[in-house]
């Protein structure tokens, strides 16, 4: 690239979510977060059940068993209940983002040589190539971690204007 290159982006909300939701990504108990979790809750939960309802044949030396279990359901039942918490805040980081896109008239990326400049509005994100650490790029979205995080749908642009980005992106960008 020998100047500096201009990518308007559509900023449909809808483009957005399908990404950011997809996979049940936005669930509470079956996110890729939370669902083994879930799962791991459930089965010890039905085994508490199990030894509550047959507590009445059990030998006083293996009342202990229920006491374990019930242990055991309080520690999946934590480490539940942080994971819920940490999807919903992810949630709620993700309507906030969306809600800037609804509102937004301008968002544009900005590629040159040296740098990437993503603006949303009057708010400038300005990133140097090299404080980019990973990406990945597919058919529906790319996406780029580092100093700032985005992701960008394909959706969202032309196939020209994405069909650069990508090319900017692998130039750019050393895995």
Excluded at 56 to 77: H, M, R, T, W
Excluded at 83 to 92: A, D, E, P, Q
Excluded at 116 to 130: C, P, T
Excluded at 144 to 167: I, Q, R
Aim: charged fraction near 25%; proline fraction near 2%.
């Amino acid at each position: 690239m020998s100047d500096e290159k201009v990518i308007t982006l559509t900023p449909n909300r809808k483009y957005f979510e399908e990404i950011y939701f997809s996979g049940n990504q936005g669930s509470l108990f079956f996110s890729p977060t939370t669902k083994s979790k879930t799962i791991t809750t459930i089965i010890v939960i039905t085994a508490l059940l199990i030894v509550f309802l047959l507590k009445d044949n059990l030998s006083k030396e293996n009342v202990g068993i229920l006491y374990f279990l019930s242990f055991i359901f309080l520690l999946c039942a934590v480490y539940l209940s942080l994971s819920i918490n940490k999807v919903s805040r992810w949630k709620k980081q993700v309507y906030r983002y969306l809600k800037t896109l609804e509102d937004s008239k301008k968002y544009e990326i900005r590629l040159s040589n040296e740098s990437l400049n993503v603006a949303i509005n009057h708010l400038e994100e300005y990133s140097l190539w090299k404080d980019f650490t990973n990406f990945e790029i597919n058919d529906q979205f790319i996406s780029l971690e580092g100093k700032f995080n985005y992701m960008f749908p394909k959706k969202s642009m032309n196939d020209k204007d994405y069909n650069l980005l990508k090319k900017a992106i692998k130039d750019n960008i050393k895995p």
